[in-house]
């Protein structure tokens, strides 16, 4: 989960340099909203890596959180921003 929280501030930085409060705000709405979510059904989003458990979820457009599921938890992995190159992004 350390990659999580430290992606998820990147981006709230990001957010506060680049944009306004209110995007800061709905960009926390939503990763709260999306969060509800997979706590509530972990299987609701795609299963994009079968072996590894991994799902992946979009936030807002611009940014996806990919998780896994293990038996007793659900571990947060990052927040990933979608216009990156995909080819960096590395799953543990």
Not at 76 to 88: A, G, I, Q, V
């Amino acid at each position: 989960m350390p990659e999580a929280i430290e992606t998820f501030a990147q981006n709230i930085s990001y957010l506060k340099e680049e944009w306004n409060e209110d995007v800061v705000a709905n960009f926390l709405d939503k990763t709260d909203e999306t969060i509800s979510y997979i706590k509530a059904n972990p299987w609701l989003y795609p299963l994009i890596n079968k072996k590894k458990k991994i799902h992946k979820c979009l936030v807002v457009r611009q940014v996806s959180l990919y998780y896994k599921i293990s038996e007793s938890s659900i571990e947060l992995l990052t927040f990933w921003n979608n216009y990156k190159d995909p080819k960096k992004l590395k799953l543990k």
